[in-house]
């Protein structure tokens, strides 16, 4: 059973659609299970001011890829790359081992993101950590 802060933001995500003019916008997948996340996030002064994800994935998926926007806003770019899967998980309660790696397709769509954006050059290094 999942704890009910993760049943709370998968019946109710946060951040659910597009920004148009977005600084980053970038598609991860998980090919072992097939879940994939558009995320945009747009960008003022080094700062994430909005944070938005279309998803085709599981309950897990869906309320971490919620969180995690809700956890990147207002954050630095800096503070955005520091964010792990662990914390994300612990802000919801806690996930089931086998849904940890669910958790990885939101932070690892910011990671890449982020790098890609302030060096470009890194993208191919950053898509080798995806899930
Ligand atoms: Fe694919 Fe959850 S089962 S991300």
Same mark, same amino acid.
């Given at each position: 059973?999942?704890?009910?802060?993760?049943m709370?933001h998968?019946?109710?995500?946060?951040?659910v659609?597009i920004?148009?003019?977005?600084?980053?916008?970038?598609?991860?997948?998980?090919?072992t #299970?097939?879940?994939?996340?558009?995320?945009?996030?747009?960008?003022?002064?080094?700062?994430?001011?909005?944070?938005?994800?279309?998803?085709?994935?599981?309950?897990?998926a869906i309320a971490?890829?919620?969180?995690?926007?809700?956890?990147?806003k207002?954050?630095?770019?800096?503070?955005a790359?520091?964010l792990?899967?662990?914390?994300?998980?612990?802000?919801l309660?806690?996930?089931p081992?086998?849904?940890?790696h #669910?958790?990885?397709?939101?932070?690892?769509?910011?990671?890449?993101?982020?790098?890609?954006y302030?060096?470009?050059?890194?993208?191919?290094?950053?898509?080798?950590?995806?899930?």
């Amino acid at each position: 059973m999942y704890p009910a802060i993760v049943m709370e933001h998968f019946l109710n995500p946060r951040n659910v659609g597009i920004i148009e003019d977005a600084e980053i916008i970038i598609q991860v997948g998980d090919p072992t #299970c097939g879940d994939s996340l558009l995320l945009f996030l747009k960008i003022d002064n080094d700062v994430i001011s909005d944070a938005k994800f279309r998803i085709k994935g599981c309950g897990a998926a869906i309320a971490t890829s919620s969180m995690t926007t809700e956890m990147v806003k207002g954050k630095t770019l800096e503070e955005a790359l520091a964010l792990t899967d662990v914390q994300v998980a612990e802000a919801l309660g806690g996930l089931p081992d086998e849904k940890m790696h #669910c958790s990885s397709l939101a932070v690892g769509a910011i990671h890449a993101g982020i790098l890609r954006y302030i060096s470009p050059q890194e993208e191919g290094a950053a898509e080798q950590n995806m899930p």
